[in-house]
């Protein structure tokens, strides 16, 4: 029975069902922070060009037989900047005992939103092969059912499914590792030991600020959470600061576990290289001697001739933003010039519209005052007319004097023409003779004959009214 104990206790160890290593169920790694696919596929083609990184990572140095993984990832985008695939493979040990190995393809889909936002949606799935070599187990006894054999192997299905928001700077992702929680089945001639792929839960967010001139400097807090359904959890925060993207620095704090310091730089256009140091801050810090991850990246596809390129279409594209914008400027310009144009031009054709209509009232106007010429005296200028003929219009006619300077058959311009003496300051009427048919303006009532030759001549002698007439009302 206690070489059961042992047994079980290896393998929940090389799973990491206890809260110090919750999530080494899934591989820990601690520079996840460059290349977040690992726990989320969603991330996958998020970058510009296509990436591959090796990891390797030594856990709890003094430890013989300490945790070591090996992980190859590749992932890229596509030119439409819409889909990413991507996958990786990795292998974890525990001592000689337990060894896992697994991986997964990885796709994602980027749907922009606007307003510099994406969302994008991820899925991975592969497999994993979980082994235990028995043969390497020291034991006390050596009959014990549970370590009959050499080598147990187990294999199931494994899926992630999961989801990245975003906007400029800011960056939200969450994510589920192991989401199908397959069972894992070790098989001996007694007995079987029963093992599952517990359902994690992974969720981060981070934000990016740049300055500098050239905005070349970046600083990047970031926080992670992982946990499982009985809510083992652990947390991460960390800050990266970036310049130019040459070199690299981050520290960080994992919760309960280890105090962690990256560092990168860019050795080749193409190549990149990082390390990380973990170091232990629980009950394991006086032993275990600390963690070492390295890193190597490599990008395919780009080189300084691609940066060069990249950095010429950026220029371009800000050039063709700022001009854009001016020509939105003066197209806003021109068109209220065009609408001021256009009510200009409006106001012109009323003005000439009232134009032609008046000088239509004026030939009207001189046409008829030659066909009433037959009706004036030319000597004295009167006009003998019988009251109970007379109809008022405007006015009154109560005298019997008016000095009437225009007679007209039509009424709207007898109107007309009294509107415009009366703008002049005259005190001007209409009166309409029934029995002639005419309408007749006046600007002026006399009290007697002689009172309104006077004020005829005076007209005439500043050439105004010349064929003006003096009305008598019988």
């Known amino acids: 029975m206690m070489c059961r104990l042992v047994m079980l206790t290896m393998i929940l160890v090389g799973a990491g069902i206890c809260k110090e290593v919750v999530a080494q169920q899934i591989p820990l790694y601690s520079q996840y922070l460059y290349n977040r696919l690992l726990y989320n596929p969603a991330e996958t083609g998020t970058g510009d060009r296509t990436v591959a990184h090796f990891i390797y990572r030594k856990q709890w140095q003094n430890f013989q037989g300490g945790p070591e993984t090996r992980l190859l990832s590749v992932n890229g985008g596509f030119p439409n900047k819409r889909l990413g695939l991507g996958g990786y493979i990795f292998s974890d040990y525990t001592g000689e005992v337990v060894k896992r190995i697994g991986g997964k393809l990885t796709y994602a889909y980027h749907l922009p939103l606007g307003d510099e936002q994406t969302l994008s949606l991820g899925i991975g799935a592969g497999v994993v092969d979980h082994s235990i070599d028995r043969e390497k187990v020291r034991i006390e006894d050596p009959t014990d059912e549970v370590i009959t054999g050499q ?23 969450v994510s589920v590792p192991q989401v199908v ?97 973990d170091l232990a801050v629980n009950e394991l810090k006086d032993f275990s001697g600390g963690s070492h991850e390295v890193m190597l990246g490599v990008v395919f596809g780009g080189g300084q001739k691609q940066e060069d390129e990249d950095k010429k279409f950026k220029e371009l594209n800000e050039r063709l933003d700022t001009i854009s914008k001016r020509n939105d400027s003066l197209r806003g310009s021109l068109k209220e010039s065009k609408d001021s144009l256009m009510d200009t031009k409006m106001e012109l054709a009323q003005k000439t519209a009232e134009i032609d209509s008046l ?52 009424e709207k311009w007898a109107r007309m023409y009294h509107k415009k003496l009366q703008k002049q300051g005259y005190e001007s009427g209409v009166v309409y003779n029934k029995k002639r048919d005419w309408y007749y303006v006046f600007i002026t009532k006399v009290q007697d004959m002689e009172g309104g030759l006077q004020e005829l001549y005076k007209l005439r002698e500043q050439n105004k009214f010349k064929d003006a007439w003096i009305h008598i009302i019988k």
């Not at 192997?153 to 992702?173: E, H, I, N, P, Q």
């Not at 994690?200 to 981070?206: A, D, L, M, R, V």
């Not at 970036?242 to 919760?255: C, E, H, I, Q």
């Not at 256009?269 to 140091?277: A, E, H, M, P, R």
């Open 359 to 410: 000088k239509k009232d004026i030939g009207n106007f001189e046409k008829s005052r030659k066909e009433e010429g037959k009706d004036v005296q030319d000597a004295k200028r009167t006009l003998t007319v019988d009251r109970e003929n007379l109809s008022f219009v405007t006015g009154d006619i109560k005298k019997n004097y008016y000095l009437v300077v225009s007679s007209n058959r039509v």
């Open 181 to 277: 929680e397959s069972d894992l089945r070790y098989v001996n001639n007694r007995e079987d030991a029963n093992y599952q792929l517990a359902r994690h839960y992974t969720g981060y967010g981070s934000y990016e600020f740049q300055f500098g001139s050239d905005d070349n400097w970046g600083l990047e807090p970031l926080v992670m959470m992982r946990t499982t359904e009985d809510f083992q959890y652990q947390l991460d925060g960390n800050l990266i600061a970036t310049y130019d993207d040459f070199v690299w620095l981050s520290a960080g704090y994992r919760w309960d576990y280890a105090a962690t310091f990256s560092a990168g730089v860019k050795v080749h256009d193409l190549i990149k290289v990082g390390y990380s140091y």
């Open 151 to 173: 080598l147990d192997v187990g294999t199931a299905v494994d899926a992630t499914v999961g989801l990245r928001y975003r906007w400029k700077g800011l960056k939200l992702g």
